[in-house]
């Protein structure tokens, strides 16, 4: 089974960025796709990015144009560079498959305030 474990996160003020690593035990190439999750308080996880097992990659509206889903599979590891981050991007962000499969990591938590 493969674990997952996620890094990067952080506090910051709007209009910054941030690059989430997420670093995984087994082959992330078994997944069709490999995808960033994130759980805002109160409300439903969302997947928010996706990048295929051929490098396809696909975003949600609300990230579009901000952020940058890449994977490197040699490394077993998915990053996002997120950019121009706004407050409604706080949430604590999770990395799996796409759909998801296993166990959650603990996910690293993003805050964007001024």
């Known amino acids: 089974q493969v674990q997952l474990v996620e890094s990067g996160g952080g506090l910051v003020q709007p209009g910054e960025s941030l690059r989430l690593s997420c670093a995984a035990s087994?082959?992330?190439?078994?997944?069709?796709?490999m995808g960033w999750y994130r759980q805002a308080p109160g409300k439903e996880r969302e997947l928010v990015a996706w990048i295929t097992r051929g490098g396809t990659t696909n975003y949600v509206d609300s990230v579009k144009g901000r952020f940058t889903i890449s994977r490197e599979n040699a490394k077993n590891a998915v990053y996002l560079q997120m950019n121009s981050l706004k407050p409604g991007d706080t949430a604590v962000y999770y990395c799996?498959?796409?759909?998801?499969?296993?166990?959650w990591g603990q996910g690293t938590q993003v805050t964007v305030s001024s």
């Open positions: 087994g082959r992330i190439f078994s997944f069709n796709a």
């Open positions: 799996n498959g796409v759909p998801s499969v296993g166990s």
